[in-house]
């Protein structure tokens, strides 16, 4: 196999710190993009995508559906508000390594705790700067995303050919089962009462935990709904027993087709007739659970600038997202889902960009889910209007039950 040399960005704004030394990147096909070391030094080594959004670094490094993945940054400077406690989306950052073009030289905001290099270095998480993040990108949209590595120091010192067997020898992200690794090990409880509501709770959720980004129980809290948080190996009695109102699924990484344990338990959500909303990697559940297949995409879909069509609406959102495999299901309006028991779904969503299904709507039983982010941090909030109408959802369920249940008292008479 050809190792193809790129010669890193000549900018003299570019950044070398004084603990930096010779880093690369080293994809695999060969192609090679040599910089400097940014955050740890070491090896990392994982899928490189491409993020397009220009705010929310930090947002980004911490949404655990990069878990084993190395982020390249397109927009060109990275670093200049610093890092703060706040922002973060989850415990930890969870990208296997970061790609940046002009790494700030110190950062430069009011909420700064620390720089974003010393909270990589403080994670252990490698980068790498001075590169060119445009041509790394073009290159990733033209050949897809694909098995990367990156080394620094010591490791960097290692020949072209030792380094890309390297590459070669990682696994793929196909077939990688991940939600496990991300979620938490106990469960938890988001109340409405700490994010500004007044009064007791409208309503309880069942939450899985997949790769949850912290602002989506927030989101529901806000709204008035209590948040059971469970780790990604709950059983349906572990749902049950916080008597919820509703089922949810996060965002999270890998395969959805390595997903058996959470497609089994939301079929028997279901079945119990549970209204369920999911998003991103709920999304590709939901569509697994109703026999559609899944497949991974050329490069994915990963920023805050994603436009997607709601087909009920004609309405265009401008979304956040992040995720490399995508819901194989028939456009042409409702049909029967392969699960016929479920019976009609339609696909409510669609990427203005490339036709991906971005929204799946069962119309026989109470389930809807989207492939982005309605959470949004750090934006946009197009999308929100969704955690409302997951609340409605499950007022009309809870009411139509209500009703089914005073019709069978008045016939018992």
């Known amino acids: 196999m050809p190792i193809v040399e790129s010669n890193k960005v000549t900018d003299s704004n570019a950044v070398t710190t004084p603990t930096s030394t010779a880093a690369v990147l080293v994809l695999e096909d060969g192609r090679m993009f040599r910089g400097r070391s940014y955050g740890a030094q070491g090896t990392a080594l994982g899928e490189a995508v491409f993020a397009t959004g220009m705010t929310g670094y930090q947002e980004t490094i911490t949404d655990p559906s990069y878990a084993r993945q190395l982020v390249v940054q397109t927009a060109p400077h990275i670093g200049n508000t610093g890092v703060n406690s706040e922002d973060a989306e989850s415990r930890r950052i969870w990208v296997a390594g970061y790609i940046v073009r002009d790494a700030a030289r110190r950062p430069s905001n009011w909420r700064s705790e620390c720089s974003l290099d010393e909270e990589l270095v403080e994670q252990g998480i490698v980068g790498i700067q001075g590169v060119d993040t445009r041509a790394i990108t073009r290159h990733l949209r033209e050949h897809k995303t694909m098995r990367a590595g990156i080394f620094s120091g010591d490791a960097a010192t290692a020949t072209d050919k030792e380094l890309l067997d390297i590459v070669l020898a990682s696994a793929p992200m196909e077939g990688a089962r991940l939600a496990e690794e991300v979620s938490v090990d106990e469960a938890y409880i988001v109340e409405p009462k700490d994010h500004g509501w007044d009064g007791e709770p409208a309503f309880t959720i069942a939450a899985i935990d997949l790769g949850i980004k912290a602002m989506t129980p927030i989101r529901f809290a806000e709204r008035g709904v209590r948040v059971h948080v469970l780790p990604a190996t709950a059983t349906l009695d572990e749902v049950k027993a916080v008597n919820p109102d509703g089922f949810f699924m996060s965002n999270g990484p890998g395969d959805p087709a390595t997903a058996d344990r959470q497609v089994s338990l939301l079929r028997s959500v279901l079945d119990e007739k549970l209204p369920y909303f999911g998003i991103c990697f709920g999304n590709q559940i939901l569509g ?126």
């Open 288 to 413: 697994r659970a109703l026999g559609y297949g899944t497949y991974k995409l050329r490069y994915g879909h990963r920023g805050i600038n994603q436009p997607v069509m709601d087909r009920r609406t004609g309405k265009v959102e401008i979304t956040s997202q992040n995720h490399g495999f995508a819901v194989d299901a028939p456009m042409n309006g409702a049909t029967v889902a392969p699960e016929e028991r479920y019976g009609r779904v339609e696909v409510s969503h669609v990427s203005l960009n490339d036709d991906v299904v971005e929204g799946l709507a069962c119309l026989d039983i109470p389930a809807f889910s989207v492939q982005y982010h309605p959470e949004a941090a750090a934006g946009p909030h197009d999308a929100a209007y969704l955690f409302d109408r997951f609340i409605a959802l499950m007022a009309e369920t809870k009411s139509g039950a209500a009703n089914t249940t005073e019709t069978k008292t008045e016939d018992t008479k």
